[in-house]
């Protein structure tokens, strides 16, 4: 059992930085993959962010690339979505998701492929 979870939202202001944290306890952290999710009012829950067990490979939805960037240490069982250049459209509540376990060098962009969710961290940007 992995227990997740997210810190870190706010409100910001468009054009503005925030850091998401997710802190993963219970089986070892560093074995998992790591995604980070959203879902506004009224959408569907979207990947956001993902990184591999292995050799840290990431992925992106267009949406966000080359303002969001995912990283891990898994010293301190933290996943971490650094997140510049805030829009309006980025307002939603966020979602750090753990698994599969021992995927080696895959990242994963659908909900059901994830073991373990936190609870979500409010994202406000206003304009």
């Known amino acids: 059992q992995v227990q997740v979870v997210e810190s870190g939202g706010g409100l910001v202001q468009a054009g503005g930085s925030l850091r998401l944290s997710c802190v993963a306890s219970?089986?070892?952290?560093?074995?998992?993959?790591m995604g980070w999710f959203r879902q506004a009012p009224g959408k569907e829950r979207e990947s956001v962010a993902a990184i591999s067990w292995i050799g840290g490979n990431t992925y992106y939805a267009d949406s966000v690339k080359g303002r969001f960037t995912i990283s891990r240490d898994n010293a301190k069982n933290t996943v971490y979505l650094q997140m510049n250049s805030l829009k309006p459209e980025d307002t939603a509540v966020y979602y750090c998701?753990?698994?599969?376990?021992?995927?080696?060098?895959?990242?994963?962009?659908?909900?059901?492929?994830?073991?373990?969710w936190g609870q979500g961290t409010q994202v406000t940007v206003s304009s």
């Open positions: 219970g089986r070892t952290f560093s074995s998992y993959a």
């Open positions: 998701a753990a698994g599969p376990e021992l995927s080696g060098t895959y990242y994963y962009t659908e909900a059901y492929e994830y073991d373990y």
